[in-house]
Nanobody, 117 residues
């Protein structure tokens, strides 16, 4: 069983930065396709970006050039560096992990990011 725990959320002013972390328990992290999602109040959960085990990343258009996803397989951790934050980035941020062999999808509990304008 894999558990994902996000941290690093908080309150930041517009234009500021935050770095989120997602730590996975258990084995096999290097085999996981990882992703960050977010859900604003009253809206559907949306994709922020993904990173596969090779390190290749993809981003939603709304965050391209501002957000960077990285991973450290030795630490079982994925990161989301968020720069030039906007009020519309306010949401609960979730990480997920897809085990490419078992195809089981895991989710974290989320961390709140609030950007004040």
């Amino acid at each position: 069983q894999v558990q994902l725990v996000e941290s690093g959320g908080g309150l930041v002013q517009a234009g500021g930065s935050l770095k989120l972390s997602c730590v996975a328990s258990g084995n096999g992290f290097s085999n996981f396709y990882m992703g960050w999602y977010r859900q604003a109040l009253g809206k559907q959960r949306e994709l922020v970006g993904t990173i596969v085990n090779s390190g290749t990343t993809r981003y939603a258009d709304s965050v391209k050039g501002r957000f960077t996803i990285s991973r450290d397989n030795a630490k079982n951790t994925m990161y989301l560096q968020m720069n030039s934050l906007k009020s519309e980035d306010t949401a609960v941020y979730y990480c997920n992990a897809l085990d490419q062999f078992t195809r089981i999808l895991y989710w974290g509990q989320g961390t709140q990011v609030t950007v004040s304008s």
